[in-house]
């Protein structure tokens, strides 16, 4: 099972709503991460969690909070959002943590539409 | 301050013949390179990768050659196919350093049968 999972597909919130996206994977893997990719540009790295504990947050707003509730599920709480946040929301994984050398593997993705 | 980098943002293949899309770095202190693949609306997904001190891997129709010298990389899909028609990241991991994975900007290849 080669498999990271993301829910939901889609996403239309207002920007006073709170709302979660969700990760999950079951290939054993210790690092968890987001990312946040616009349209024609390569995934930004927004968090890196490593054996469950936040390692890297690079620089991303508060109105986006991260959780790992577990080994395997990696959450991304959203609260008032702007509407330049709207993007495709990436969850990957990897068997070790940066600065391993173990590719990732991503997840289908969230697209998030802030309105 | 881009690392990586793909200067073809698109490429049209005829069906059958060779697609080559090519990567360059700027450090040398990359150890590892992976290409990804891209559908729209679907996340990357991880399609051949090489270690530094190779300077060739090939899996199936994948062959991901690397010139070290050069700060250069290219993938090769032979024959190709309509369905080979996405995105390709290149990318580049380091040992050191906390955010290790640097990603190109893309290249849309199109696949014409």
């Known amino acids: 099972d080669t498999e990271v999972t993301q829910t939901p597909k889609h996403l239309v919130m207002g920007m006073t709503n709170k709302k979660s996206l969700k990760c999950e994977q079951h290939?054993?893997?210790?690092?968890m991460y987001w990312y946040k990719q616009k349209a024609k540009k390569p995934p930004e790295l927004m968090f890196v969690y490593s054996y469950e504990k936040l390692s890297i947050n690079e620089s991303v707003p508060s109105r986006f909070s991260p959780e790992c509730p577990n080994s395997s599920l990696l959450n991304l709480h959203l609260h008032a959002l702007q509407p330049e946040d709207s993007a495709l929301y990436l969850c990957a994984s990897s068997q070790g943590p940066p600065p391993s050398l173990y590719e990732q593997y991503f997840g289908p993705g969230t697209r998030l539409t802030v309105t | 301050d881009q690392q990586v980098k793909q200067n073809s943002p698109s490429l049209s293949v005829q069906e059958g013949r060779i697609s080559i899309l090519n990567c360059d770095y700027t450090?040398?202190?990359?150890?590892?390179f992976l290409w990804y693949k891209k559908y729209p609306a679907e996340g990357p997904t991880f399609l051949i990768s090489i270690s530094s001190i190779k300077d060739k891997n090939e899996d199936g129709r994948f062959t991901v050659f690397l010139n070290k010298s050069a700060k250069h990389l290219s993938l090769h899909i032979v024959p190709s196919q309509p369905g080979d028609s996405a995105v390709y990241f290149c990318a580049a991991l380091r040992k050191t350093g906390a955010n290790n994975l640097f990603f190109g900007t893309g290249t849309r290849l199109t696949v014409i049968p």
């Open positions: 290939m054993g893997h210790r690092a």
């Open positions: 450090n040398s202190m990359f150890d590892y």
